[in-house]
């Protein structure tokens, strides 16, 4: 039972929230907050090379607003790089509230992987998806994190889609990215 003070909630509280079909965020929650520093893990900076393509990822904590409530989320630049060192794709250093930065939702229903919105600057022809991460402390020893990339299946006009659809990370494949 809550009370009706304001009241803040962790990120692992709120995941119950997001995940349930039947209730939205109780009315007196002013905050997320990861209380627990759930998120911390995932910070910093992560490499990957892979198929003559480096890539990077950078991770921070970011206070984001969720129907008026602050709530921690993590936000995901990338660079990546070809063999000659060639930028390919860079949302470095754009602002936190680029469209092309991607940005965090909710832990999933084990509390360990995270979810993620990506959206490319070709979204009316499909160039946006769901990524998913997480770091299995247990085999990958804390240093590793596992990326994947669910491009999302929707054309919104195809009349100006003339060209390739392409992603900056490979699809439907699971990434292995390595905290520096």
């Known amino acids: 039972m809550y009370n009706c003070k304001a009241q803040i909630i962790s990120i692992e509280e709120a995941n119950t929230y997001f995940l349930s079909e039947d ?21 910093g900076l992560w490499t990957l090379d892979y198929n003559s393509k ?13 129907v008026d409530i602050p709530h921690d989320i993590l936000l995901v630049r990338h660079k990546v790089t070809d063999e000659n060192n060639l930028i390919l794709d860079d949302t470095t250093s754009l602002p936190n509230d680029s469209a092309s930065i991607m940005d965090g939702r909710f832990f999933l229903n084990d509390n360990e992987t995270y979810l993620l919105s990506y959206t490319g600057p070709n979204t009316k022809c499909g160039q946006f998806g769901d990524v998913i991460i997480y770091i299995d402390n247990a085999s990958l020893n804390g240093n590793q994190m596992i990326f994947h990339l669910d491009p999302g299946l929707d054309i919104i006009n195809s009349n100006n889609c003339t060209e390739p659809l392409t992603f900056p990370f490979p699809k439907d494949t699971f990434l292995t990215f390595t905290k520096q």
């Open 23 to 43: 209730q939205g965020i109780p009315d007196q929650v002013t905050a997320i907050k990861d209380t627990n520093n759930k998120l911390d893990e995932f910070l």
């Open 54 to 66: 480096h890539y990077e990822l950078t991770i921070t904590k970011f206070e984001s607003t969720l």
